[in-house]
């Protein structure tokens, strides 16, 4: 058991860790500040380009097809976590500075690698998990903003202003449009060259993540946040957690989905991407506020880290006796 927990702590994931250190310790001031948020910026609009260039306009037609479950994936993704958050963030005792980073996170679209990643090692089905993912991804860059302008208020104003809009259109949308559109081109250079696109997209994540905590830093995040109200999180980000695989258990049960698509429902459903969390809180909320929103978020990413690679693991396990698949 502790051989598994450990195997999930990445380095990526102690890469995360420690840009937060280092932003406790040394956060970017002045002159710097404002170049290290440009550098962000750039970041976050070559990972939107290349992530448009990867995906396959086949891959939508193909998945398509299988609409009943992609159906319930995004019910599950842009829905029914929603309605969770909206419920976790009435808690009594509950920082409103946390409870905005709890909603903000119940909003994000699903994972892609690790969703895939858990779906193939479950002996689910691996083309639907690529499909769902690729399209929660795809409508979250419009519905992630679309529901924060509805469901989110930020310093009593709107929770999508003007000025955000354009943010999302200019540093989101266009590159990925853009990116999509010249996939003919350049589709088999950004396939033949993964590590490019794993090296841009967690280079642009630790770069917003020391940008938004350092400001935060500067503006007395560690003051206000104390080792008890971590625990708080962290045991809502449980919670949160096991109440979304319970539920999405059941959906499959009722829809009498097949064991490999329930997998795909179940692993896709659950998920929320700190790889798209993380450059649309920059565009979205003020900077002093981006680095408390992003808690919840950092939390839950490790803690559906451990709980799917454990839930795979033991579906495969079973997949490995058992046909067709692990009985969900």
Same mark, same amino acid.
């Given at each position: ?6 195997? #999930? ?30 550098? +962000? ?61 709890? &909603? ?16 193939? *090692? ?8 690529? /499909? ?19 469901? &989110?208020?930020?310093? @009593? =104003? ?6 955000? #809009?354009?943010?999302?259109?200019? $540093?989101?949308? +266009?590159?990925? #449009? +853009? ?8 589709? %088999? ?9 794993? *090296?841009?997209?967690? =280079? ?15 503006? %007395? ?6 080792? %008890?109200?971590? @625990? $708080?999180?962290?045991?809502? /980000? ?5 109440? *979304? ?13 097949? !064991? ?7 692993? /896709? ?12 809180? %920059? ?14 978020? &950092?939390?839950?990413?490790?803690? $559906?880290?451990?709980? /799917? ?14 046909? !067709?698949?692990?009985?969900?």
């Amino acid at each position: 058991m502790l051989k598994r927990l450990l195997s #999930v702590f990445e380095p990526f994931v102690l890469m995360l860790l420690g840009t937060v250190l280092l932003a406790t310790l040394l956060p970017a001031r002045g002159g710097f500040a404002s170049f290290a948020g440009m550098l +962000a910026d750039a970041g976050i609009v070559l990972l939107f380009f290349l992530h448009g260039a990867k995906l396959s306009r086949e891959a939508i037609w193909t998945g398509l097809r299988n609409w009943p479950l992609h159906l319930a994936v995004l019910a599950s993704t842009f829905v029914l976590f929603p309605l969770l958050g909206l419920a976790l963030i009435y808690l009594p005792g509950l920082d409103p500075s946390f409870a905005l980073g709890l &909603m903000f996170l119940t909003l994000l679209p699903s994972t892609v690698q690790s969703s895939i990643a858990f779906t193939a *090692i479950a002996r689910g089905n691996v083309a639907a998990a690529i /499909c769902s993912a690729s399209f929660s991804n795809l409508l979250g860059i419009v519905l992630t903003p679309a529901l924060v302008a509805m469901l &989110m208020r930020v310093d @009593g =104003g709107a929770g999508v202003s003007l000025a955000s #809009v354009e943010g999302i259109l200019l $540093q989101l949308l +266009a590159p990925f #449009v +853009a990116g999509h559109l010249l996939r003919p081109w350049i589709g %088999g250079f950004v396939g033949r060259h993964k590590t490019l696109l794993t *090296i841009v997209d967690r =280079g642009s994540i630790l770069l917003v993540v020391y940008t938004a905590f350092g400001a935060a830093v500067v503006e %007395g995040l560690w003051s206000r946040v104390s080792p %008890g109200d971590l @625990g $708080q999180l962290m045991l809502l /980000c449980l919670l949160l957690l096991g109440v *979304i695989l319970a539920a999405t258990f059941v959906i499959a049960r009722l829809m009498r989905l097949s !064991p490999e698509d329930a997998i795909v429902l179940q692993f /896709c459903g659950s998920k929320k991407s700190l790889a798209s969390g993380v450059p649309m809180a %920059g565009v979205l909320f003020p900077a002093a506020q981006v680095g408390v929103i992003l808690l919840p978020v &950092m939390l839950f990413h490790q803690v $559906q880290l451990i709980a /799917c690679a454990m839930l795979a693991r033991h579906y495969g396990e079973r997949a490995a006796t058992t046909e !067709p698949g692990p009985d969900l």
